[in-house]
């Protein structure tokens, strides 16, 4: 095996991932998003060294998108354990944090989704969405703090 091979299989299993995630096909994307992470963490160092970059930014995707296959299934505790895999991965990536965030205003975490927003912010100011998410976390967790029940 060379060392291009396996950066091409680990290539071919996040396109293929990536392709039934667009088309909606959500379980064979889990399964091969799966393969991939799998992949890539089996990987000798050595081998991925020219790569290793790229390869961070492709996990965290795989991530990622595995995890908003899991948030569609309403199976938000593997979405965030994605989440935090893909923020690992790659710390400046801002979009898991804020799926993340999503998640912990769900379940009514408002201190850790403020965090989460706000790291989304400090990465990519202009994230409107996060901004708005912001916004309506601190509203909610004043309103619940003013509830007298």
């Known amino acids: ?15 293929a ?3 039934r ?3 909606q096909r959500f379980e064979a994307a889990e399964e091969l998003y799966s393969r991939f992470i799998a992949h890539v963490a089996g990987s000798p160092a050595g081998s991925l060294a020219g790569t ?13 998108d595995r995890g908003q296959i899991r948030y569609l299934r309403v ?9 935090t895999s893909a923020i690992r991965a790659q710390p400046e990536f801002e979009v898991p944090y804020y799926n993340r965030g999503l998640i912990l205003y769900r379940l009514g975490y408002y201190d850790e989704a403020l965090t989460d927003f706000r790291k989304v912010l400090a990465l990519n100011p202009e994230f ?6 912001l916004k309506q976390t601190i509203l ?6 003013r509830r007298t029940y």
């Open 140 to 145: 909610d967790k004043e309103e619940k703090q």
């Open 52 to 64: 290793r970059k790229r390869l961070a930014r492709d996990l965290a995707t795989a991530f990622n």
């Open 75 to 83: 199976d938000f505790y593997e979405a965030m354990d994605d989440y």
């Open 17 to 19: 991932a990536q392709a």
């Open 128 to 133: 409107e969405d996060a901004s708005l998410s």
């Open 1 to 15: 095996m060379t060392e291009q091979e396996p950066d091409r299989e680990a290539a071919e299993l996040l396109s």
């Open 21 to 23: 995630f667009r088309e």
